[in-house]
C-alpha cells in the first residue's frame, strides 16, 4: 500500500492511499542497521504530538519498532528529519547532540552506565536520568565493597573518558580513583606511567611525610613520591573500574 506525507498545521503526519492516518513505526527505507530507516508517527497525544504527527524534536521514550527491539521501553533520539540516532551494526557508538556526549546502539537505544568504548571508560549516567557523558568529578555506584556506600569516586575529561593520572594529588586509573583500604589507612600501589607510590585512604598520593599504617608499620616517602622506607613488602594493583555494562 502507498504511502504520502502530508503537512498540517506545520506537523507531518503520513497517510495511506485512503487518506487513513498511520501510527507507530513505519518503515520509510530499507537501510542497515534496520533502525536507520525507520520513522516513528506518535501513537496518543502526549501534550508535545497531536496522534498520528511525526516524531522530530529529541528525546523519545518508547518500544523500538516489533522487529527490531526486546519489547521494553528504550530512549531514541529524533533529528529535524524524524530519523533516530543510532549505531553502526553490533557497535557502540558516541553522538554528540546539542555539545553533550550520549552512546547509542545499533538499535538506536542510548544507553546507561558505565561503558567502554574504543579501550576507554564513560559514564552515561543512571538510565532514569541524564543519559550524557559525565565530565569532571563525580561519585558512581560501582558495588565496590572497598568504597563507602559501594559508590566510587570517579574523574573523567572534558570528551568524557574517564582520566589515568594525577589529578589534585590523587591518581585516577580510568576514571576511578584509587585508594588504601580504609582498615589499612595506608597501602603501596603500583601506578601506570607512574612507578610504585603510598596511597592514603582518601586517595591521596603521600610525599615527604613519615606515616604509620594501621599495622603501627612506619613509611617514609621522599618529596618526589618514591617511598624510601617500607611498612610492608605488599604492593598493590591498581583497581578497574567497574562492573562495566554490556
Known amino acids: 500500500m502507498q504511502m504520502k506525507m502530508k503537512e498540517i498545521d506545520g506537523a507531518m503526519y503520513c497517510m495511506d492511499e485512503r487518506g487513513i492516518v498511520q501510527l507507530g513505526w513505519m518503515r520509510k527505507r530499507w537501510k542497515s542497521p534496520a533502525i536507520r ?9 502526549d501534550g508535545k504530538h497531536a496522534v498520528g504527527q511525526l516524531v522530530n524534536d529529541g528525546w523519545n521514550k518508547m518500544a523500538g519498532p516489533e522487529d527490531e527491539c526486546t519489547g521494553d521501553e528504550e530512549w531514541f533520539y529524533f533529528d529535524s528529519n524524524g530519523y533516530p540516532k543510532y549505531a553502526s551494526s553490533g557497535t ?14 545499533s538499535y538506536g537505544n542510548a544507553k546507561a552506565g558505565l561503558r567502554e568504548v574504543d579501550g576507554k571508560i564513560y559514564y552515561f549516567g543512571p538510565e532514569d536520568g541524564n543519559l550524557a557523558a559525565y565530565t569532571g568529578t563525580c561519585r558512581i555506584d ?17 570528551t568524557g573518558a574517564g582520566y589515568t593520572g594525577m589529578h589534585n594529588s590523587h591518581y585516577y586509573y580510568k576514571g576511578k580513583l584509587q585508594k588504601a583500604d580504609r582498615q589499612s589507612e595506608y597501602e603501596a600501589f603500583d601506578l601506570p606511567n607512574i612507578g610504585i607510590r603510598l596511597l592514603d585512604a582518601s586517595g591521596k ?6 606515616v604509620k599504617d594501621s599495622g603501627d608499620n612506619e613509611w617514609k616517602v621522599a ?14 594493583e591498581v583497581v578497574e573500574p567497574g562492573p562495566i555494562n554490556d
Open 92 to 105: 557502540y557508538e558516541i553522538k554528540t547532540i546539542q555539545n553533550k556526549r550520549y552512546l547509542f546502539d
Open 205 to 210: 598520593v603521600v610525599r615527604n611525610r613519615k
Open 223 to 236: 618529596s618526589n613520591g618514591e617511598i624510601v622506607t617500607w611498612g610492608n613488602t605488599s604492593v598493590n
Open 142 to 158: 560501582d558495588g565496590d565493597s572497598a568504597s563507602s556506600n559501594g559508590r566510587s569516586e570517579y574523574y573523567f575529561e572534558k
Open 37 to 45: 530507516g525507520y520513522k516513528y508517527y506518535a501513537e496518543t497525544s
